[in-house]
């Protein structure tokens, strides 16, 4: 599955679209919608995690591993299994300005934002 933006997902305009919490939010329905069974009803997205809620194996690479680190931390009871490719953990970054990415908060986005991190180790 494509993040917002990428590849043939939909693209919205605007840099409010791509804010951390609207990315985050993203995935979180996908694996509410996917593995929610059928009859059961739907997990309520107010706590994001019930005992209905469905648990995913979650991979992530680059942006998307940032993300998934994001996830499995803000609703770990819908993280089975969380793999990360190409992207630093998310305890790297926190001092680094990740929440404040979609208010301009990494120098030259997520690839400036890697190679700072990289440079500081």
Avoid: F
Avoid at 95 to 113: D, H, I, L, T
Wanted: hydrophobic share 45%; aromatic share 6%.
């Amino acid at each position: 599955m494509d993040l917002r933006g990428y590849g043939a997902s939909e693209k919205p305009p605007g840099k409010d679209s791509y804010r951390l919490e609207v990315l985050l939010e993203d995935i979180r329905q996908v694996i509410e919608t996917l593995g929610t069974p059928e009859g059961q009803g739907e997990a309520p997205a107010v706590t994001g995690a019930t005992a209905l809620s469905p648990k995913c194996v979650l991979v992530g690479h680059n942006w998307g591993g940032l993300l998934a680190w994001e996830l499995a931390a803000n609703h770990p009871a819908l993280v089975e299994k969380l793999v990360i490719m190409g992207a630093p953990h998310r305890a790297v970054m926190a001092g680094n300005g990740v929440a404040s990415w979609g208010r301009g908060g990494a120098p030259g986005g997520w690839v400036g934002a890697v190679g700072w991190c990289l440079w500081q180790l």
